[in-house]
């Protein structure tokens, strides 16, 4: 059983950082593209970033380049995203997410694999 899970959320103030984590398990994920996506209140979800499991090949959001950092802890098996100068419209539930599918990987439909989400709140 595929699973996805979401650690690394909180409360901090604008201008910080966090880091959210993604444990990944249940199958090789080898040849699949991981993503973080992000849902506030009244608002769809929304692409954050990306990487390529296996040539680590990355793709972010015009909205958070430069600032936030997708990457792959091999020794973890983890999906990670280091988030800096935080701003408040930053806040919202994180999600990590993974697919096998080559295109649209900026919509979350062309994800198959969730998991439940991080709250992640940036107070101004």
């Known amino acids: 059983q595929v699973q996805l899970v979401e650690s690394g959320g909180g409360l901090v103030q604008a201008g910080g950082s966090l880091r959210l984590s993604c444990a990944v398990s249940?199958?090789?994920?080898?040849?699949?593209?991981m993503g973080w996506f992000r849902q506030a209140p009244g608002k769809e979800r929304e692409f954050v970033a990306s990487?390529?499991?296996?040539?680590?090949?990355?793709n972010y959001a015009d909205n958070v380049k430069g600032r936030f950092t997708i990457s792959r802890n091999i020794a973890k098996n983890t999906i990670e995203m280091q988030m800096n100068a935080l701003k408040s419209e930053d806040t919202a539930v994180y999600y990590c997410?993974?697919?096998?599918?080559?295109?649209?990987?900026?919509?979350?439909?062309?994800?198959?694999?969730w998991g439940q989400g991080t709250q992640v709140t940036v107070s101004s």
């Open positions: 997410a993974g697919t096998n599918r080559r295109n649209i990987l900026g919509s979350a439909a062309s994800y198959d694999y």
């Open positions: 249940g199958r090789t994920f080898s040849g699949y593209v």
């Open positions: 990487i390529w499991w296996t040539t680590l090949d990355t």
